[in-house]
């Protein structure tokens, strides 16, 4: 299984970002997955989650500015980020629940 993140970097404050997070093996293009941050000095945190159904949950912090989703044909997880603040800088990385495996992870810095 591998998870491979991508669509991180440097953004101004109010500014907008989509990652994308490719899977390939065993993963089922349909089954729950998940985002992750983890921002320097911080423990790791859960930002949003679809499930196999396509329904989705966001933590409080992003609500209203992340949008998580797929593309089941191309096995791609998504999270469009909105609205940017210098607290959301971290290291994002998806999960895949079922099999409890990360991605890599993908640096999103948030300064002027």
């Known amino acids: 299984v591998q998870l491979q993140a991508s669509g991180g970097g440097l953004v101004q404050p109010g500014g907008s970002l989509r990652l994308s997070c490719a899977a390939s093996?065993?993963?089922?293009?349909?089954?729950?997955m998940a985002w992750y941050r983890q921002a320097p000095g911080q423990p790791r945190e859960w930002v949003a989650s679809?499930?196999?159904?396509?329904?989705?949950d966001y933590a409080e912090s992003v609500k209203g500015r992340f949008t998580i989703s797929r593309e089941v044909r191309k096995k791609t997880l998504y999270l469009q980020m909105y609205n940017l603040s210098p607290e959301d800088t971290a290291v994002y990385y998806c999960y895949a629940p079922r099999l409890s495996v990360y991605g890599q992870g993908t640096l999103v810095t948030v300064s002027s």
């Open positions: 679809i499930s196999s159904g396509g329904s989705t």
């Open positions: 093996g065993s993963i089922l293009s349909m089954e729950s």
